[in-house]
T-cell receptor, first 113, second 117 residues
């Protein structure tokens, strides 16, 4: 069975500080891993995805994530938070022929001025 | 750009009504998905479809049905709406045959916020 755990339903950082959003997954086969962002009253937008080509994946808006197989983790980071980063972030794993996704419960990022 | 369009952003319905949520994608994607999103629970898969007239139950199909008569359109049906179906509903599509950067990505609509009174 696949599952995704996001530690911390709310994370608050100051503008300019490091952003770290945690994601751990369980998968019996090599997964595809994704981070999506959701701004208020909008759908989900892809930030980045891991597909085994490289363990460090760079995404949009300065975000990146590192795949660590030994830790079954795919944490999202950004060196310097911006006010516009305030949103909800979802980690997801995809397995199987039908490209089913399993989502974490989400982390709301608050950026303080 | 891939576009997934959900017909309504906001809907208010009464208990017992039959409700249709419509989703259209313009990228000839084989796979389409319906999720509901509730605070603290993330996105939960209701139904998905991998081809016209084909459907599979997701994790929470009870109280819902779906229809896919054309490749571009995937409808979610609440046969008799109940207050516990008040939620945000998100549609997504993907193409397993896409290569490169598009492979395995799900593209989402803006969502329909449904209130059942």
């Amino acid at each position: 069975a696949q599952s995704v755990t996001q530690l911390g339903s709310h994370v608050s950082v100051s503008e300019g500080a490091l952003v770290l959003l945690r994601c751990n997954y369980s998968s019996s086969v090599p997964p595809y891993l994704f981070w999506y962002v959701q701004y208020p009253n909008q759908g989900l937008q892809l930030l980045l995805k891991y597909t085994s080509a490289a363990t460090l994946v760079k995404g949009i808006n300065g975000f990146e994530a590192e795949f660590k197989k030994s830790e079954t983790s795919f944490h999202l980071t950004k060196p310097s938070a911006h006010m516009s980063d305030a949103a909800e972030y979802f980690c997801a794993v995809s397995v199987g022929n039908f490209n089913k996704f399993y989502f974490g419960s989400g982390t709301k990022l608050n950026v303080k001025p | 750009d891939v576009k997934v369009t959900q017909s309504s952003r906001y809907l208010v319905k009464r208990t017992g009504e039959k409700v249709f949520l419509e989703c259209v994608q313009d990228m000839d994607h084989e796979n389409m998905f319906w999720y509901r999103q509730d605070p603290g629970l993330g996105l939960r898969l209701i139904y998905f479809s991998y081809d016209v007239k084909m459907k599979e139950k997701g994790d929470i199909p009870e109280g819902y049905s779906v229809s896919r008569e054309k490749k571009e359109r995937f409808s979610l049906i609440l046969e008799s709406a109940s207050t516990n179906q008040t939620s945000m509903y998100l549609c997504a599509s993907s193409s397993p045959g896409s290569g490169g950067l598009a492979k395995n990505i799900q593209y989402f609509g803006a969502g329909t916020r449904l209130s059942v009174l």
